[in-house]
């Protein structure tokens, strides 16, 4: 049974749609991502899934909950992440942490936990003081405080700098580690390729694809993408007619290839037969990027 | 006996009672409150100025003569209560709007609405703390001014008693309507002052209610506090001032639990 179940999900703010018709599923012990741009519906997305806003259309489960209904016993085992929270001020870090932890049945120890999310010299640190790194991992820490068997990350690099976003990630992949199920909403594509198993794609309050980060590259059809001069003439036709190449196109004595994953295998083979070296071969992966570009721009065209 | 086979299993069946809210949560919540007053300067003055206040009123030498036109009582007997009625109308007034303010102003009832804590627990709380603060703050203010200072105890116990605590309710009911609304510790404090003034003023903080044009006493059986203080002093008709008290605790709840936003 899905850990989450998004069913046909609907949701609307005074008449504007915000989710349209969501649906996916996570499975236990997964990482699973919502991608998407801005105002794609995601946070919406997140926020049902939270028990904070009431779905207008659809049904959503958590661990066979109902996250309006059941919404006390939902907050016991769903660890939350949300964008924009904020906490008192004047408030110290092992106090936040103690104050939630006595909210739970079963609160994880709060000295382990901070010293996992490199807080342990913070903890008498008030939040205010904290930057925005601390404020980020102290967040994560409240979200993992009830021990909770599923987490819901929302944009949670947004706002950090490099270093302290790649600790973050290693943070996330910690956690699922120990067997708990992460839902991750980023706009991040290198956080999606690097931390999701699979991914939804969701654009305009639409599921636009449900895939692995690299199943999703794939899609866009511009698997792989290779150019080199060849040692020798080399026929236009021969290139053309290996299944894996799409296009070709040539430029000042360069070829350029454009086609499915296995692109660069089935020419360097081509090659090695007719003994054509290719210089300067220059090889481009189809990144998760370009599927996001084009399978966002495409549901725009419609 | 047949009646004794059930299975010890069925002493296991966990019966859940999902409360939105375990005693313990609620008392961290209580203590999250009290450290966050303790760390906000504003907080002391609260509960100084009326003890301080009290201590210079009971120590100036003339201010415990009977006067005729305080209707034979002493300066101190009409200030006692006076000065008590600062406690609960500041902690009404600024404390409770300011403090849930700062909370939405910063998005922490974001962060409590996803935790089994829902932030009715945490308005709960901070209604609890501000509760017990004002029942400190006028015990202190009256047992220095009765007991210390020798004011004369107003003959109607239950009435004072009923009084301040249906007063207490009032302001609170109203003070919610900015905690309900305010979006900034600034906007709370400007939308709480005004009323405050009015029952300091109504309360004789600035000039003695018996030295009030007759007009203005009537109005002030209609302000909380100028209420309590005609209770207090046994002045016109008790029911019709509990009624006063009662009337703007129902409306003011009203009002803050149909404008209450918690983001």
């Known amino acids: ?302 | 006996m047949s009646a004794t086979t059930a299975s010890p299993l069925s002493a296991d069946v966990r019966v859940s009672p999902r409360r939105r809210i375990t005693a313990r949560g609620f008392r961290a919540l209580m203590g999250m409150h009290v450290k966050l007053f303790s760390r906000e300067p504003g907080v002391a003055i609260i509960v100084l100025v009326p003890i301080v206040l009290m201590v210079i009123f009971g120590s100036i030498p003339g201010t415990k003569k009977p006067q005729a036109d305080l209707g034979g009582r002493s300066v101190l007997d009409v200030y006692v209560p006076t000065i008590a009625a600062m406690v609960p109308l500041m902690i009404a007034c600024t404390a409770l709007p300011t403090a849930m303010a700062s909370f939405r102003e910063r998005n922490a009832l974001r962060r409590f609405s996803v935790s089994p804590v829902l932030p009715g627990g945490m308005l709960a709380a901070l209604v609890a703390v501000l509760s017990s603060m004002a029942l400190v703050g006028v015990l202190i203010v009256v047992v220095l001014g009765l007991a210390v200072f020798g004011a004369h105890a107003p003959t109607n116990l239950g009435a004072v008693i009923s009084a301040f605590v249906l007063g207490f309710t009032a302001v609170m009911a109203v003070g919610m309507i900015a905690a309900a609304r305010a979006t900034s510790s600034g906007m709370a404090t400007g939308m709480g002052t005004p009323f405050m003034i009015l029952n300091f003023f109504f309360s004789g903080l600035y000039v003695p209610v018996a030295q009030l044009p007759h007009a203005f006493q009537t109005i002030g059986e209609f302000v909380p506090f100028g209420a309590v203080m005609d209770a207090w002093s046994g002045e016109g008709i008790l029911w019709q001032h509990l009624a006063v008290l009662a009337g703007y605790t129902v409306f003011g709840g009203f009002l803050s639990a149909k404008l209450f936003r918690w983001e």
């Not at chain 1, 926020?47 to 904070?52: K, V």
């Not at chain 1, 996992?116 to 640190?125: I, P, S, V, Y």
Request: with cysteine; aromatic share 4%.
């Open chain 1, 1 to 302: 049974m899905p850990v989450i179940e998004v069913d046909r999900l609907h949701k609307e703010y005074r008449g504007v749609i915000a989710v349209d018709e969501v649906s996916f599923a996570v499975e236990q012990g997964e990482i699973f991502g919502i991608l998407g741009p801005n105002g794609a519906g995601k946070t919406t997305t997140v926020e049902c899934i939270s028990g904070l806003r009431a779905p207008d259309g659809g049904s959503v489960r958590v661990l066979g909950l109902d996250p309006r209904a059941d919404r006390d016993e939902l907050h016991q085992t769903v660890g939350v992440q949300l964008q924009e929270a904020g906490l008192p001020e004047k408030l110290k870090v092992r106090e936040t942490m103690e104050l939630f932890a006595s909210f739970y049945r079963e609160p994880a120890e709060i000295a382990p936990l901070l010293r996992r999310l490199g807080l342990a010299d913070k903890a008498e640190a008030r939040y205010k003081k904290l930057s925005g790194g601390q404020k980020q991992r102290l967040a994560i820490a409240l979200a993992l405080v009830g021990n909770p068997r599923v987490v819901v990350l929302d944009e949670l690099t947004t706002g950090l700098d490099p270093h302290a976003r790649r600790e973050t990630w290693g943070l996330v992949e910690q956690v699922r580690e120990v067997g708990v199920t992460v839902l991750l909403v980023t706009h991040f594509m290198e956080e999606a390729e690097r931390l999701c198993d699979r991914l939804a794609l969701i654009d305009r309050g639409r599921v636009v694809a449900v895939d692995t980060p690299a199943g999703l590259a794939e899609r866009t059809g511009g698997g792989q993408r290779m150019r080199f001069r060849p040692s020798a003439p080399l026929e236009d036709a021969e290139l053309l007619a290996l299944p894996e190449v799409d296009s070709l196109t040539r430029r000042d004595g360069r070829i350029e290839l454009v086609g499915t994953s296995n692109l660069v295998q089935a020419v360097t083979s081509l090659l090695a037969r007719r003994q054509i070296i290719a210089d300067g071969l220059r090889i481009e992966q189809a990144t998760l990027d370009d599927a996001f570009i084009s399978l966002t721009d495409h549901a725009q065209e419609n």
